[in-house]
């Protein structure tokens, strides 16, 4: 693959969107995230897969599982560059927007992140290292429960997911009473760190950074762990589990979302001259061999 120079970009709020005439990467901005299914179309044929076999299995059981499997924090010891030149090896099976290694989409969004942003250098390495829990992908684990959007489970499923319509259907909680009301085995206003989400590798990155007591602040965190939270930051659902922190917290989960979705492109980073930058910020906020 030829290496190309990054292009600038102007980044611009998604409330804004909809004034804008000129192509954000590669496409108008108004057509991401679009989840419309063509049976002729292998990409959105392979997100339309993905979604309903996450829809399917991620269950209240079925996390807790892969909660006590992989919070033990025992399947491999690396350092965040290590894991990092992993994602040269995957496509997100997920993304209707993207069909190039995660790797050039997290140097994508951590450039233009630094491109606006060039004094919060935790936001720049959150960019950098947020899709970092797709590792588990190497390690015998469907995309699945890997990548996607994130939703609550425990409680009934909010309408603004995608492919809610029917990609439910055969997911037993949806039959549990325990779990199948709008609050579910929660209480009113909870907060969002005391509800159960569906696995992904937004919920494992964070656990692994806390778990290596990792450097970065609340913010970056947070953002971490919500970043594919879409039915909660995009869709305004579960508003009644927020608590007073959630709602002040949103605020940065969706400056990084328009930074995560809105550089996608087909134009690759130089990688190798940026890592002595980044490899810097690595060394500031998580150094070292860190376990996994």
Not at 23 to 47: C, G, L, M, Q
Request: proline fraction near 5%; charged fraction near 30%.
């Amino acid at each position: 693959m030829k290496v190309l120079n990054a292009i600038p970009v102007k980044i611009i709020d998604p409330s804004e969107l909809h004034k804008l005439e000129l192509h954000f990467a590669d496409k108008p901005v108004e057509d991401f995230r679009n989840y419309s299914f063509d049976e002729n179309d292998p990409i959105k044929v392979r997100v339309r897969k993905t979604y309903y076999d996450m829809h399917t299995n991620q269950t209240v059981d079925f996390v807790k599982d892969k909660m006590a499997k992989w919070l033990t924090f025992s399947h491999f010891k690396s350092t965040v560059r290590d894991a990092l030149e992993k994602l040269n090896n995957l496509v997100d099976e997920s993304d209707p927007d993207n069909d190039i290694p995660n790797i050039v989409h997290a140097f994508q969004t951590a450039e233009r992140i630094r491109q606006d942003h060039p004094d919060l250098d935790w936001f720049q390495l959150t960019g950098l290292v947020h899709d970092l829990g797709k590792v588990m992908a190497f390690y015998n684990e469907p995309q699945w429960c890997v990548v996607g959007d994130t939703f609550v489970v425990g409680c009934q499923w909010a309408d603004s997911i995608v492919y809610r319509d029917h990609s439910f259907d055969e997911n037993p909680d949806g039959k549990d009473p325990r779990y199948n009301t709008k609050y579910g085995m929660y209480k009113p206003n909870c907060g969002l760190d005391n509800v159960i989400m569906s696995w992904g590798h937004d919920e494992y990155l964070y656990r692994v950074l806390k778990h290596n007591n990792t450097t970065l602040p609340e913010e970056a965190l947070y953002m971490i762990k919500y970043h594919s939270f879409y039915p909660w930051h995009t869709g305004n659902d579960y508003s009644h589990l927020e608590n007073e922190k959630d709602k002040e917290m949103k605020k940065w989960v969706l400056e990084m979302n328009k930074y995560d979705l809105y550089t996608k492109s087909t134009t690759i980073p130089d990688i190798e001259s940026l890592w002595p930058y980044y490899e810097k910020l690595i060394d500031k906020y998580m150094p070292g061999v860190l376990e996994w």
